[in-house]
């Protein structure tokens, strides 16, 4: 069955660090891909998402690009701040009647001033 | 976005009670509801999918008379653990989508389940 695959946590950086979060999958078909986070004491919130192969989803500073030949999704901030502090959820989830999301099982990210 | 308020944010019981969890939208009209679990270091597991108005959908695995579930308004779907066990204790947590079709759901906050 279709599977999200994320590094295991936790990341800790400091301010002004690189971040990579990387998530690959396992599905069949053209699934489209999200990327969540959730900050603490909150609800899980979309941060960007992608529909086909070669798209770039991008928000707040992060992008995350569809690689099929590569089954990735990875995530990526060039700058990271404190406040990004939290965890990270990569899922797919297919068109059509079965819309179910197939999640990851998160990625916590400690910044670090 | 819009706003998904869960409650309690935790709770405790007793084994053998039961335990209601309330998941609101507060800003838009919630058609699809989902419910989802949460164990320490694993995924989240989609347990039911409910529309207004009609009988949720369970996943297979899932005990419909254990976890019962309720979405009889468009700002409301309850989630009631009948008859709790120390397993059952989790992380549970909703979302609502505004459309059949659209694509994005909003997420509640979650709510932590201890039984002891």
């Known amino acids: 069955g279709d599977s999200v695959t994320q590094m295991e946590g936790p990341v800790t950086l400091s301010e002004e660090a690189f971040l990579t979060i990387n998530c690959t999958y396992t599905?069949?078909?053209?699934?489209?891909l999200f990327w969540y986070v959730q900050y603490p004491g909150e609800g899980l919130q979309l941060l960007l998402k992608?529909?086909?192969a070669d798209d770039k989803g991008s928000n707040k500073g992060f992008e995350a690009t569809y690689r099929k030949e590569t089954t990735s999704f990875h995530l990526e901030k060039g700058s990271v701040q404190v406040s990004d502090s939290a965890v990270y959820f990569c899922?797919?989830?297919?068109?059509?009647?079965?819309?179910?999301?197939?999640w990851g099982l998160g990625t916590s990210l400690a910044v670090n001033p | 976005g819009a706003v998904v308020s869960q409650h309690p944010s935790w709770v405790i019981c007793k084994s053998g009670t039961s335990v209601k969890i309330e998941c609101r939208s507060l800003?838009?009209?919630?058609?699809?509801m989902f419910w989802y679990r949460q164990f320490p270091k694993q995924s989240l597991m989609l347990m039911a999918t409910?529309?207004?108005?009609?009988?949720?959908?369970?996943e297979q695995g899932v005990e419909k008379d254990k976890f019962l579930i309720n979405h009889a308004s468009l700002t409301l779907s309850t989630l009631t653990v009948t008859s709790a066990h120390p397993e059952d204790s989790s992380f549970y947590i909703c979302?609502?989508?505004?459309?059949?079709?659209?694509?994005?759901?909003?997420f509640g906050q979650g709510t932590r389940l201890t039984v002891v």
């Open positions: 979302s609502a989508r505004s459309r059949v079709g659209y694509t994005e759901a909003f």
């Open positions: 800003d838009f009209q919630a058609t699809t």
């Open positions: 409910s529309n207004e108005g009609s009988k949720a959908t369970y």
């Open positions: 599905a069949t078909g053209y699934p489209s």
């Open positions: 992608a529909t086909k």
């Open positions: 899922a797919l989830r297919h068109a059509g009647n079965n819309r179910k999301l197939i």
